[in-house]
């Protein structure tokens, strides 16, 4: 765990904190805030974890089958009920950094 001090104007702030807490390896332990008109100034606890950046999506396909998709960041928004969207980044740990065409 650490300690993270923001300053800075209450509109920019407190989205920053609202997106850092969205972040599942990103957990905010404890949080002290003062105002001084349209400045705060925060004191945030936060419990990181990398290794929870990573989830697995599993997609089960009509056959039965499990076909495993492992994203960082993910995102998941429920459109209706029973539909969701997730989002996240993919990765290829064996693949290059250059663009290759075949």
Not at 56 to 63: D, F, K, M, N, Q
């Amino acid at each position: 765990m650490f300690v993270m001090h923001l300053r800075g104007e209450k509109d920019r702030v407190l989205p920053f904190v609202g997106e850092l807490q969205q972040k599942p390896h990103v957990t905010v332990v404890d949080a002290e805030m003062e105002k001084e008109g349209e400045m705060v100034q925060l004191s945030l606890t936060v419990d990181h974890q990398p290794r929870k950046r990573v989830q697995v999506i599993r997609l089960h396909t009509e056959s039965g089958a499990v076909v495993p998709i492992p994203l960082m960041d993910v995102m998941q928004v429920e459109w209706e009920k029973g539909k969701h969207l997730f989002c996240g980044w993919s990765y290829d740990i064996f693949g290059t950094s250059r663009n290759r065409r075949g």
